[in-house]
T-cell receptor, first 112, second 116 residues
Framework: DTEVTQTPKHLVMGMTNKKSLKCEQH?????MYWYKQKAKKPPELMFV???????INESVPSRFSPECPNSSLLNLHLHALQPEDSALYLC???????????FGPGTRLTVT | AQSVTQLGSHVSVSEGALVLLRCNYS??????LFWYVQYPNQGLQLLLK??????LVKGINGFEAEFKKSETSFHLTKPSAHMSDAAEYFC??????????????FGGGTRVLVKP
């Protein structure tokens, strides 16, 4: 099973809302990632968790707050977003830090 | 720093014709290389990868890629295009982040259109 699941599939939120994106994998992978993808662009790395610890933060604004409650779950908490934050948010996981990454289907976020 | 260049943001092929997607990379260390496919409104699916060993790599859906160190290339091919191959394709190189983590650097993507 090489499945990464993400919920919700779609999310519309206002600029004052607080929401969370959820990602789950049951492959025993120890690295998990958040990416942001704008239309017609490649994914851009936001955060990397390795063994449930944040190892990379690509200078992401503090209105995005990641959380890794356990080895299977990864959350992205959203607060006070801007319309330009509208994008497809992809989660990925990998066995190790140098292994191939498996992506979830993404959450399509629209900020109004 | 790693970088990936995909030549051609759009490629149009006829059904049954050869698919060739070009990827060149720059890396200061031996790279891990990947091809991913993305269908509309979906996540990325791994097609194939090169780490070490055999330079001709076979992947899913009839795709293969050849690592050529001298040319710093990792071009993707499929002998006969199918309508279902219409999608966006991304080449990526992995940075040896060590304890800091694994960072994928993606090319700009190539959109493949398959004509009947």
């Amino acid at each position: 099973d090489t499945e990464v699941t993400q919920t919700p599939k779609h999310l519309v939120m206002g600029m004052t809302n607080k929401k969370s994106l959820k990602c789950e994998q049951h492959m025993g992978h120890r690295a998990m990632y958040w990416y942001k993808q704008k239309a017609k662009k490649p994914p851009e790395l936001m955060f990397v968790y390795s063994y449930e610890k944040l190892s990379i933060n690509e200078s992401v604004p503090s209105r995005f707050s990641p959380e890794c409650p356990n080895s299977s779950l990864l959350n992205l908490h959203l607060h006070a977003l801007q319309p330009e934050d509208s994008a497809l948010y992809l989660c990925a996981s990998s066995q190790g830090l140098a292994s191939e990454q498996y992506f979830g289907p993404g959450t399509r976020l629209t900020v109004t | 720093a790693q970088s990936v260049t995909q030549l051609g943001s759009h490629v149009s092929v006829s059904e049954g014709a050869l698919v060739l997607l070009r990827c060149n990379y720059s890396s200061s260390v031996p790279p891990y290389l990947f091809w991913y496919v993305q269908y509309p409104n979906q996540g990325l699916q791994l097609l194939l990868k090169y780490t070490t060993g055999a330079t001709l790599v076979k992947g899913i859906n009839g795709f293969e890629a050849e690592f050529k160190k001298s040319e710093t290339s990792f071009h993707l091919t499929k002998p006969s295009a199918h309508m279902s191959d219409a999608a966006e394709y991304f080449c990526a190189v992995s940075d040896w982040g060590g304890a800091a983590g694994n960072k994928l650097t993606f090319g700009g993507g190539t959109r493949v259109l398959v004509k009947p």
